[in-house]
């Protein structure tokens, strides 16, 4: 009774993947002794005969008993080789009951040397999987042989070894095409540089220009300012401060800056030989 449960189990599992849009391909069945063991598998290959380069589908169905074995314990160990996996596995797991349905497919390509068939196919061998679950009697394992993989050639060999090519092409590059002609865009950007190379010498001569207006600005306010203060020394006490303190404006700075503007407010009245006395020292000093 308990049997006849668990295959109504399996093949509801069975179905429910099915529906689910997984490919369980009939395989070699696994090696096992009893008919109601904890562990089954199976392993299959779709398509069973594909071309060199396809994709195939590699799955490994496995069937456990949840009142024998612990589903959590399961391990899984294959070797695909010399198929090459081209995406991650993916496993599915369907419970009903006391059984649980776990199965692995990954996606592989036959695209080595071993693929490569003498007579246009070829007949490639992958080696075993392994399943191992525990149970309360111990560890239960059992192998899963892969069916024969029959990979067909793409090209026939009458095809490699004939004197000429059944198909010809022409591998010389097509001819380039521009949006716009190299030769005029080379000529606007030649006359770009040229303009900002203009503009830039432009920019520089001003800025010197700028510069020594800069320069040539207190030279000339200071030696207007020396000739008014060398004046004012024959003019009355207020003339003579009001040259002194458009002298201090001129110098701007520095220590014949602040004498000026010291003597220009002193008390008493600078005298003319003191205007005379700094403006000697003023000359001196930018004469130096």
């Not at 429910?16 to 299959?44: F, V």
């Not at 590699?58 to 391990?75: K, P, S």
């Not at 510069?211 to 004012?232: K, M, N, T």
Request: aromatic fraction near 2%; charged fraction near 20%.
């Amino acid at each position: 009774m308990k049997a006849i449960r668990r295959s109504a189990a399996l093949a509801a599992l069975m179905g429910a993947a099915a529906l689910g849009g997984l490919a369980l391909s009939p395989g070699a069945s696994a090696k096992t002794t009893a008919s109601a063991a904890p562990l089954l598998a199976r392993a299959s290959f779709d398509p069973s005969t594909p071309a060199f380069g396809d994709h195939i589908t590699a799955t490994i169905t496995i069937e456990i008993d949840l009142t024998q074995a612990r589903a959590q314990t399961l391990h899984v160990r294959y070797d695909l080789a010399p198929l090459q996996a081209i995406g991650a596995p993916r496993t599915v797991r369907v419970t009903s009951g006391d059984a649980e349905l776990v199965t692995i497919a990954v996606p592989v390509a036959c695209i080595t040397d071993p693929c490569l068939g003498a007579h246009g196919v070829a007949q490639v061998h992958i080696g075993s999987a392994r399943a191992s679950i525990a149970t309360a009697a111990g560890v239960s394992r059992v192998t899963v042989a892969w069916p024969p993989l029959e990979v067909r050639d793409r090209v026939r060999m009458a095809d490699v070894n004939a004197l000429q090519s059944p198909v010809e092409a022409d591998a010389s590059p097509l001819p380039p095409t521009y949006r716009a002609s190299p030769a005029t865009l080379a000529t606007i950007v030649d006359i770009a540089a040229v303009l900002f190379g203009v503009t830039a010498v432009g920019l520089i001569a001003w800025d010197l220009l700028l510069v020594r207006r800069r320069r040539r600005a207190p030279e000339d306010s200071l030696a207007r300012a020396l000739r008014l203060a060398r004046s004012a020394q024959t003019l009355p006490g207020p003339d003579r401060r009001r040259a002194l303190e458009l002298l201090a404006r001129a110098l701007r700075r520095g220590e014949l800056h602040r004498e000026t503007s010291r003597l220009a407010w002193s008390q008493p009245t600078p005298e003319p030989a003191e205007l005379e006395h700094l403006v000697e020292t003023i000359e001196r000093d930018e004469t130096v």
